[in-house]
């Protein structure tokens, strides 16, 4: 028969106990949306106040705001039948996939979709290039969001070697006629370009290898990222050159500020949409500190190509 534990015994268990408890809570984060949810709780014995920056509970207060935004949008699409895309690219790290989770986190999964293809095989290979993309392109009151797309042909691939020059200046010239058909189609498209600099894109590598909730992400190319830096600086370039048009126009977000990034980029797209209920302009606004064109992308890139470190990236 088991002999019972002495106070004392069970005393020692727990402060075993306590340092492991205590290392955990160290390295944990609270979730999103949850200082702003608990705001306003009452003091109780059983309950533990936990102290974060008044930014962050900010933040989460704005994204809830442009959230419900989201769904009102979403909303009248079903009744008018528009049709949204919207194209996210821009280097590893550079925090496409984060603002992607919180655009859609309250979204009818219904009407929203996002598409991250896997890297074409044979059968795929032998089609014409857009025609894998053209299955997912949105039908009425529905969302789409790529996450990379087309553009793979404008950087990674000829950066990798996954596709030859012919077929990187083929793609660039056909490109913008695509476009132009979509739009003319009546789908709303947005595309936007993270921009994320070398230092803090390499930061973002190293926090992969440490932390076991982002290690799905470490992928063999991520040294390659920063080897290449500057080859990625000059197909951007190109891209941008090529395919900045006035029915197509390219939108660079800096995201070295992940959550202002987020937001901002939310804002872009409510901006550009028609819905009822709508807050108004002084609400949606972009930050132009975050938010910019892409002929002033270009600029600033003319004048800096010769000195990479200076690019925003």
Same mark, same amino acid.
């Given at each position: 028969?088991?002999?019972?534990?002495?106070?004392?015994?069970?005393?020692?268990?727990? !402060?075993?106990?306590?340092?492991? !408890?205590?290392?955990?809570?160290? =390295?944990?984060?609270?979730?999103?949306?949850?200082?702003?949810?608990?705001?306003?709780?009452? $003091?109780?014995?059983? =309950?533990?106040?936990?102290?974060? @920056?008044?930014?962050?509970?900010?933040?989460?207060?704005?994204?809830? =705001?442009?959230?419900?935004?989201?769904?009102?949008?979403?909303?009248?699409?079903?009744?008018?039948?528009?049709?949204?895309?919207?194209?996210?690219?821009?280097?590893?790290?550079?925090?496409?996939?984060?603002?992607?989770?919180?655009?859609?986190?309250?979204?009818?999964?219904?009407?929203?979709?996002? #598409?991250?293809?896997?890297?074409?095989?044979?059968? !795929?290979?032998?089609?014409?290039?857009?025609?894998?993309?053209?299955?997912?392109?949105?039908?009425?009151?529905?969302?789409?969001?790529?996450? +990379?797309?087309?553009?793979?042909?404008?950087?990674?691939?000829?950066?990798?070697?996954?596709?030859?020059?012919?077929?990187?200046?083929?793609?660039? $010239?056909?490109?913008?006629?695509? !476009?132009?058909?979509?739009?003319?189609?009546?789908?709303?498209?947005? $595309?936007?370009?993270?921009? #994320?600099? @070398?230092?803090?894109?390499?930061?973002?590598?190293?926090?992969?290898?440490?932390?076991?909730?982002?290690?799905?992400?470490?992928?063999?190319?991520?040294?390659?990222?920063?080897?290449?830096?500057?080859?990625?600086?000059? +197909?951007?370039?190109?891209?941008?050159?090529?395919?900045?048009?006035?029915?197509?126009?390219?939108?660079?977000?800096?995201?070295?500020?992940?959550?202002?990034?987020?937001?901002?980029?939310?804002?872009?797209?409510?901006?550009?949409?028609?819905?009822?209920?709508?807050?108004?302009?002084?609400?949606?606004?972009?930050?132009?500190?975050?938010?910019?064109?892409?002929?002033?992308?270009? $600029?600033?890139?003319?004048?800096?190509?010769?000195?990479?470190?200076?690019?925003?990236?």
């Amino acid at each position: 028969m088991t002999k019972k534990k002495t106070t004392k015994q069970q005393n020692a268990l727990e !402060e075993d106990k306590i340092p492991q !408890e205590t290392s955990l809570l160290e =390295k944990t984060r609270l979730l999103e949306g949850t200082a702003c949810k608990n705001l306003n709780t009452d $003091k109780g014995d059983d =309950k533990t106040a936990i102290w974060i @920056k008044n930014e962050h509970l900010l933040y989460e207060i704005e994204l809830k =705001k442009l959230q419900i935004e989201l769904m009102k949008m979403q909303s009248s699409m079903k009744v008018t039948g528009q049709r949204v895309l919207a194209i996210f690219e821009g280097r590893d790290a550079a925090g496409k996939g984060g603002t992607i989770k919180r655009a859609i986190a309250h979204l009818n999964p219904r009407n929203t979709r996002v #598409v991250a293809l896997m890297k074409p095989n044979e059968t !795929e290979l032998s089609q014409w290039y857009f025609q894998r993309y053209v299955a997912h392109l949105p039908s009425a009151g529905e969302i789409v969001i790529f996450d +990379r797309s087309w553009y793979n042909r404008a950087m990674v691939e000829p950066v990798m070697g996954f596709c030859t020059d012919e077929q990187n200046k083929r793609f660039l $010239k056909d490109v913008p006629m695509f !476009e132009e058909m979509l739009v003319k189609d009546g789908i709303k498209l947005f $595309k936007f370009y993270f921009s #994320v600099s @070398k230092q803090i894109q390499n930061e973002r590598f190293e926090s992969r290898k440490i932390d076991p909730l982002k290690q799905y992400k470490l992928s063999p190319v991520d040294n390659l990222a920063q080897e290449y830096w500057n080859q990625y600086s000059i +197909r951007k370039f190109q891209m941008l050159s090529e395919t900045n048009r006035t029915l197509s126009p390219w939108t660079i977000i800096r995201s070295n500020d992940k959550k202002r990034a987020r937001i901002n980029c939310i804002k872009t797209i409510l901006s550009q949409m028609d819905y009822d209920n709508k807050l108004g302009a002084e609400e949606l606004t972009p930050d132009p500190e975050i938010i910019v064109s892409g002929i002033d992308e270009l $600029k600033h890139m003319e004048k800096n190509l010769m000195q990479p470190e200076l690019l925003h990236g």
